[in-house]
């Protein structure tokens, strides 16, 4: 663009210009045309560069709250079956289930003990004290 505007000035002073310089003069107002043209699509872009960015960081951060949340929910099962496991190490419970008592099923004595034994197997003992 620089040289565009120094041949035209010098046409201005009267100087003689060559058949090259003659048509890019000529051509000075389309190039600067296109020159802003350039300078608008590039501004374009870098603004959808920085949405498309966002887009990907907000869906990160969705991503990492739903594998949160699946976490999560495993880790509250895992502790509901805990409980419901440890319940049937003690003592009323157990009695409960061999008579059918207090809203419990009845469970033969067989499966109680695999209960039972299950349950000393997959629960670690709680310290009530903490």
Do not use: W
């Not at 603004?47 to 509250?76: I, M, P, V, Y």
């Not at 496991?85 to 695999?114: C, W």
Request: hydrophobic share 35%; with cysteine.
């Amino acid at each position: 663009q620089l040289k565009l505007e120094d041949y035209k000035d010098r046409l201005k002073k009267g100087e003689a210009l060559n058949q090259d310089q003659m048509e890019a003069v000529e051509k000075y107002d389309e190039v600067v045309h296109n020159l802003e043209f350039a300078k608008e699509l590039q501004k374009t872009f870098s603004g959808l560069s920085q949405d498309l960015l966002k887009a990907q960081k907000k869906a990160q951060r969705r991503e990492s709250l739903l594998k949160l949340e699946a976490e999560k929910k495993k880790l509250r099962t895992i502790l509901q079956v805990q409980y419901v496991l440890q319940n049937f190490t003690q003592e009323h419970v157990q009695k409960d289930f061999k008579g059918g008592m207090n809203g419990a099923i009845y469970l033969p004595s067989k499966e109680l003990d695999y209960l039972i034994r299950f349950a000393k197997l997959t629960c670690p003992e709680r310290n009530e004290n903490l």
